[in-house]
T-cell receptor, first 113, second 114 residues
Framework: AQSVAQPEDQVNVAEGNPLTVKCTYSVSGNPYLFWYVQYPNRGLQFLLKYITGDNLVKGSYGFEAEFNKSQTSFHLKKPSALVSDSALYFCAVTHSGNTPLVFGKGTRLSVIA | NAGVTQTPKFQVLKTGQSMTLQCAQDMNHNSMYWYRQDPGMGLRLIYYSASEGTTDKGEVPNGYNVSRLNKREFSLRLESAAPSQTSVYFC?????????????FGPGTRLTVT
C-alpha cells in the first residue's frame, strides 16, 4: 500500500523568506511524486512532479522540490515566499501502473507580509 | 480547452434524495476519478475509472455509484443522500501512462445534505 505524510498542518513564513513544506512517502517500487496547490474555493492545481531523473525538480510559480530516496521525502521549497503563495498544499504519490494518486492531508501555508 | 468541468457547482439536498454529479474532460485522458474533500481529511478517493468501460472502488465508495459514460464523461450518483455525504466533491482526470500521471482537477461541487 502507498501512503503520504505531511507532518505539518500549518506553516507560517514571512514574505521574502524561504519556505519549505514537508512530505514523506511510503510506496512499493519506484515512487512517482507530485505537489498540488489549492486556493480557496478552487480545485487543485498541479505544481510539479518527480518521475525519474534529477532529484531537484522545478515547477510552476518558482516552486521546486527535492526527491530524497534514502529519507523517502519530497519536500516543496521556494527561495522567497510571496503573500500570494498562501494556500493549501498537497503532496501525492503513486507508482507505475493503473494505481490512482494517494494524497496527503494537506499543509496550510500562510505567508505574512 | 476547458479542461475538467463539473456540474452543478452547488447543491442542497434533503436526506434521502438522490442526485447525479456530472464530470467531463476534453483532454483525451484515459483515467478519471471522483474525490471528496472534508476539513482535516485531505482528499479521499471515492471511485475511479482507469479506462473507458472500467470502474473501481476507492477508499470511501459506500453510498455512491459511478458511470463512465464514454471517454469524456464520468458521473457520480448518490442514490439516497445522507448528512455524512455533505462535502466538496472533485472530479479529476489523467493520461496515466507514458510517465504522464499527474491529475487535473475540476472546480468542485459543494454539496450540503440536510
Amino acid at each position: 500500500a502507498q501512503s503520504v505524510a505531511q507532518p505539518e498542518d500549518q506553516v507560517n513564513v514571512a514574505e521574502g523568506n524561504p519556505l519549505t513544506v514537508k512530505c514523506t512517502y511510503s510506496v512499493s517500487g519506484n515512487p512517482y511524486l507530485f505537489w498540488y496547490v489549492q486556493y480557496p474555493n478552487r480545485g487543485l492545481q498541479f505544481l510539479l512532479k518527480y518521475i525519474t531523473g534529477d532529484n531537484l525538480v522545478k515547477g510552476s510559480y518558482g516552486f521546486e522540490a527535492e526527491f530524497n530516496k534514502s529519507q523517502t521525502s519530497f519536500h516543496l521549497k521556494k527561495p522567497s515566499a510571496l503573500v500570494s503563495d498562501s494556500a493549501l498544499y498537497f503532496c501525492a504519490v503513486t507508482h507505475s501502473g493503473n494505481t490512482p494518486l494517494v494524497f496527503g492531508k494537506g499543509t496550510r501555508l500562510s505567508v505574512i507580509a | 480547452n476547458a479542461g475538467v468541468t463539473q456540474t452543478p457547482k452547488f447543491q442542497v439536498l434533503k436526506t434521502g434524495q438522490s442526485m447525479t454529479l456530472q464530470c467531463a474532460q476534453d483532454m483525451n485522458h484515459n483515467s478519471m476519478y471522483w474525490y471528496r474533500q472534508d476539513p482535516g481529511m485531505g482528499l479521499r478517493l471515492i471511485y475511479y475509472s482507469a479506462s473507458e468501460g472500467t470502474t473501481d472502488k476507492g477508499e470511501v465508495p459506500n453510498g455512491y455509484n459511478v458511470s463512465r459514460l464514454n471517454k469524456r464523461e464520468f458521473s457520480l450518483r448518490l442514490e439516497s443522500a445522507a448528512p455524512s455525504q455533505t462535502s466538496v466533491y472533485f472530479c479529476a482526470s489523467s493520461r496515466h501512462r507514458d510517465q504522464s500521471y499527474e491529475q487535473y482537477f475540476g472546480p468542485g461541487t459543494r454539496l450540503t445534505v440536510t
